[in-house]
């Protein structure tokens, strides 16, 4: 239930980023930007007897979250697509969070979704690009750190889960 919930949570994030409109802020958004392009998958996850597995698709400043459920358990068939989102983002500065004990250079980052404008959720995002296939982070959002407002936006990464680059 933990891993839905997080599941979840990033994706509400992801999706409330994308309804923030289109430009950059702050320092090395742009870098970050480059990184996230292309098509990230969260790990295959299994719910009370379903097989499940998000997919986000950044293109420029503009994302698709793609839910999907599987017949297997390694999320390797094609699977049935329940629900496809569009949304935006928004990079803002450059800060030090840490991933484990480990510090890193991440970025603030607001999501929104297309079909829920009025909703932003504010989280951080961290490309690990010295693992293969390449890993995005996003905050911990434990406790009071839940990214409802800005000033709720995690201050740590949660290094437990991620999304792996396609």
């Known amino acids: 239930m933990k891993r839905m919930t997080w599941i979840l949570a990033a994706s509400a994030t992801l999706v409330a980023i994308s309804a923030c409109g289109g430009s950059n802020t ?3 958004g742009s870098s970050f930007e480059a990184q996230i392009q292309g098509t990230w998958l969260v790990l295959c996850n299994t719910v009370a007897g379903s097989t499940e597995r998000l997919s986000f698709t950044f293109s420029g400043l503009g994302f698709t979250r793609t839910f999907k459920t599987y017949t297997n358990v390694t999320c ?3 699977g049935t697509v329940v629900s496809t989102e569009t949304g935006s983002i928004v990079i803002g500065s450059s800060v ?3 991933l484990g004990s480990t510090p ?3 970025y603030q980052i607001n999501l929104t979704l297309g ?3 009025g909703w932003t959720a504010y989280d951080l995002g961290y490309v690990d690009a010295t693992v293969t296939p390449n890993r995005l982070y996003t905050g911990d959002s434990t406790g009071v750190n839940t990214g409802n407002t800005a000033a709720t936006r995690p ?6 889960s991620y999304l792996v680059k396609q």
Do not use: Q, R
Request: charged residues 10%; aromatic residues 0%.
């Open 26 to 28: 702050g320092g090395g």
């Open 76 to 78: 390797t068939e094609p």
């Open 96 to 98: 030090t969070a840490n």
């Open 104 to 106: 890193v250079t991440a």
């Open 115 to 117: 079909a829920n404008p």
């Open 155 to 160: 201050t740590t990464l949660d290094g437990a």
